[in-house]
């Protein structure tokens, strides 16, 4: 049995099915869970989906803003902490769901499925405001591989097991944490490496939250060879990203089409391809700027641009500001 939608019918039907699950309409617990694992199976078969990285950061902290969260049922390899700052609706964590609004603050281990669904007004348009929220990501090994083995990280490491059954951080934890992934937005380099540390202190000593999914909770991802395939193209991009890669030599790198790729891709990162490579571009052109000497016409060649124009151009794009300018902020 199979189900078809388009993003909007999804998101409008999983806001129904969630409307309906929270109304009390089921006697019996067992009912509800089977209810909910059924709908799933059928409409809500979690994809791989990520956040494009940039070259010169570690761990990713992104804010996203939009009628409503786009992203459908879903999963990702790295730890997710994922602060609300507009809107409100339903979220489904495992098998979870609850209620979010301003100032929601969950984070959540690698591989568990979630989606965040905005209240009908948000989906059909009519909200006064937007939905945003800031995301941090960040993988296992981000600082190497035996990192999170420092005996420091002893008492993190503790909270990090309870994280593959989602977390609801609450109290003055959620209010400092808040505060802390605000100002990430508008720093850099060890600033935000440093915020990102007393998160994890802050996390530590945490005795508010909510245990979202049960204990048995146990979500089988069937990623279709997502992951290998990712790999292989983000492997591709690193190691070839100052050439001019075509739409169609990618595609024959993931062994698909170019319209079944450009489709994959957007899915996926939610960014197109080429908007992709060129965040990567900047990145490593951000790493040479404070790392180098080497004016900016050298800069921008041997970061893949033919052009200074174009470079300047998608450097503002990306950093609001000029490489000139963004080389001053690394020595001020």
């Known amino acids: 049995m199979g189900l078809k939608l388009d993003r909007y019918k999804f998101i409008s039907y999983v806001y129904c099915l969630l409307n309906l699950c929270t109304k009390k309409m089921f ?6 869970q089977n209810f909910v694992s059924y709908t799933k199976e059928i409409t809500m078969k979690a994809i791989e989906c ?8 570690s761990f990713i ?9 786009p992203y459908p049922w879903h999963y990702h390899p790295e730890y997710e902490l994922v602060l609300i700052t507009k809107s409100t609706g339903r979220r489904m964590v495992g098998d979870h769901i609850g209620y979010f609004q301003e100032g929601d603050l969950v984070f959540m281990g690698p591989v568990l499925p979630h989606v965040w669904v905005n209240d009908t007004e948000y989906v059909n348009g009519h909200a006064q405001s937007p939905a945003e929220a800031i995301v941090i990501q960040f993988v296992e090994s981000f600082l190497g591989e035996f990192f999170l083995n420092i005996p420091e990280l002893e008492q ?3 909270f990090l097991r309870y ?4 977390i609801a951080i609450n109290g003055k934890a959620r209010e400092k944490i808040n505060d802390l992934m605000r100002k990430m937005l508008h720093q850099n380099g060890l600033q935000r490496l440093a915020s990102l540390f007393t998160i994890f202190d802050i996390l530590s000593g945490c005795s508010d939250y909510q245990i979202l999914a049960n204990p048995n909770f146990e979500q089988q991802v069937q990623s279709g060879g997502c992951s290998d395939r990712f790999n292989k193209i983000t492997e591709y991009i690193m190691r070839n990203f100052t050439n001019d890669i075509t739409l169609a030599e990618i595609a024959g790198v993931a062994n698909m089409g170019i319209t079944a790729f450009c489709n994959f891709f957007k899915q996926h990162h939610k960014v197109t391809f080429v908007e992709y490579l060129n965040a990567v571009k900047i990145g490593h052109a951000c790493k040479m700027l404070g790392e180098q000497d080497q004016n900016v016409v050298g800069v921008a060649y041997h970061s893949g641009y033919n052009t200074l124009a174009n470079f300047n151009r998608q450097f503002k794009k990306i950093k609001n500001m000029t490489p000139s300018e963004y080389r001053k902020t690394l020595h001020i």
């Open 61 to 69: 902290v992104f804010e996203e803003k939009g009628i409503f969260f």
């Open 50 to 57: 990520r956040l494009p990285q940039e070259i010169d950061k």
């Open 27 to 32: 006697r019996h617990q067992n009912h509800f």
């Open 163 to 166: 994280s593959k059954r989602g």
């Open 156 to 158: 993190f490491k503790k």
